[in-house]
């Protein structure tokens, strides 16, 4: 029931900003439901939030400004982002004159569930940092990160969270432990350069799209008969294998594991649905031949690498990602499509997800109103003052400039001016054709918006990719004795954290 209300929260709040973002979805030129396609009236509307604000009003609202504060920025973009870094540090500018007592130190850090832990109990946790939506819970059980009610309820923001989003960062009790950076939604990546050198366009020059995962099999076909390249980047290197395979799964009709009214978990890795999905997953190896090279080593980066330099056709990824393929692997602006995750006899579902900024449980309360500030002018924060109007465009002038997508975020936040003001950023700097997202985004705003499976996710991730690396590797593997021991061993982990269930 509370995955339930979870989707149901949240498909409404992405529905009504997909309608207040979007004007006439029917329109040729405005059909992206979330990204290009936002009407006029809105970008007026931010233009006069930005001019009617006063100084006072601009500002971000702690005081922090008046203690000197050291706050590290785990948020800091890694050294090969040099124009990231310089669009930082013009923010850090920015906080030195509106909050003239902070210190800020550039401390990039890339969440992994084997170095965090290590990382809090030596004391060397960055003041904010960014995880997934899947790790909030097991870091609150754990006293791993700060709780910061008191501090977002003073400035307003708690009513202005998804309330879908505020509960995957709460404790039982309701107290927040973190605000969300933005959420995604899996689709189908595409490298229009193979689609176009294998014929798979239409007169009008757009992908010809797979609907389901027998079409995605054929079309891989045919572009690895015709280019040479892979069809599909599919990842078998670590537990981003099994993230992707479970929104698979749920398309073959398969639910991966249920949370019990007792609290406890019960996996279902080895059902006909899931099994049926796995061998799927295997035909695309030995019948279709359509992987890249040794899916063994494709990991979550690899894999943009593989669609942004021509080495795969398709990859699955998501709407906050587009910078991976186009700014870090080289793919022309124009030559990045998005597509529905393809359909099966279950259904189309697309994994809902995201990445939240959380707190050093050492933070003291003036650090951590520092960093929310900090977010405040990056345009990360659910207000549409001057500083986080300028911190939207400051990063959309830094896309364009690096041939980076401008497209809108999914709805974290709920209140209609940010709304608002993002949909008149995107208008003005937005740089795509909408109808090369627009099966995404259609899909997106669809019900078949899909949170993680629940218990012990990541746990869970790394059983279906040890299955995913024998499936690849043994053409004679037994698909179904593998599920099954995948489905004991995610058991045995959700009974020693959750309890057995009665």
């Known amino acids: 029931m509370k995955k339930k209300l979870l989707s149901i929260l949240l498909l409404s709040t992405m529905t009504l900003a997909a309608v ?221 294998g099994g993230w992707h395979f479970s929104n698979i799964a749920w398309a073959f009709g398969a639910t991966l594991c249920t949370e019990n009214a007792d609290g406890t978990f019960t996996a279902d890795l080895n059902s006909p649905e899931a099994v049926k999905a796995m061998e799927f997953v295997k035909s695309l190896k030995w019948d279709y031949d359509v992987l890249t090279a040794d899916p063994l080593s494709e990991d979550w980066g690899t894999g943009f690498t593989q669609l942004g330099t021509g080495g795969a056709a398709m990859y699955i990824g998501a709407n906050d990602a587009v910078a991976q393929p186009t700014q870090v692997n080289g793919l022309p602006v124009d030559k990045l499509a998005m597509c529905a995750i393809p359909a099966a006899d279950g259904g189309q579902f697309s994994l809902y997800g995201g990445t939240p900024y959380m707190f050093s449980k050492d933070a003291t309360p003036e650090e951590i109103n520092a960093a929310l500030d900090y977010l405040e002018i990056m345009g990360k924060a659910p207000v549409a003052t001057e500083a986080s109007i300028a911190g939207m465009k400051a990063d959309a002038e830094n896309k364009v400039a690096n041939g980076v997508p401008v497209i809108q975020r999914f709805p974290c936040w709920v209140n209609q001016d940010v709304l608002d003001a993002e949909a008149a950023i995107v208008e003005e700097y937005g740089n795509v054709d909408p109808k090369l997202y627009e099966t995404y985004f259609a899909a997106a705003s669809s019900e078949g918006l899909h949170l993680e499976e629940p218990g012990s996710t990541q746990d869970m991730y790394a059983e279906l990719t040890k299955v995913l690396q024998t499936v690849l590797t043994d053409k004679d593997s037994d698909v179904q004795a593998l599920m099954d021991q995948a489905d004991a061993n995610y058991q045995k982990i959700l009974d020693d954290t959750f309890g057995a269930a009665n």
């Open 20 to 240: 207040t973002a979007c004007g006439n979805s029917e329109a040729p030129e405005s059909t992206q439901l979330e990204e290009s396609s936002e009407p006029a009236p809105a970008a007026d509307k931010a233009e006069d939030a930005g001019d009617e604000k006063t100084q006072e009003e601009a500002a971000p609202t702690s005081d922090s400004a008046e203690k000197e504060v050291t706050i590290t920025l785990g948020i800091w973009p890694e050294d090969t982002l040099t124009d990231d870094i310089a669009v930082h540090e013009g923010y850090v500018e920015t906080m030195k004159e509106l909050h003239p007592g902070v210190t800020v130190v550039p401390a990039y850090y890339k969440y992994s569930t084997d170095t965090f832990m290590p990382m809090v109990e030596s004391g060397n946790c960055p003041t904010i940092f960014e995880s997934w939506f899947t790790e909030p819970q097991k870091l609150i059980n754990a006293g791993a990160i700060a709780d910061i009610t008191d501090e977002l309820a003073a400035r307003g923001w708690l009513d202005a969270m998804n309330p879908s989003i505020r509960e995957l960062l709460s404790d039982e009790n309701g107290r927040v432990y973190g605000i969300p950076r933005d959420g995604y939604a899996l689709g189908l990546m595409l490298n229009m350069e193979l689609f176009e050198e294998a014929g798979l366009v239409d007169d009008e020059g757009y992908p010809i799209v797979p609907k389901t995962w027998d079409e995605l099999a054929e079309t891989a076909k045919k572009i690895k008969d015709a280019t040479g390249s892979a069809g599909l980047c599919l990842l078998a290197k670590d537990a981003a």
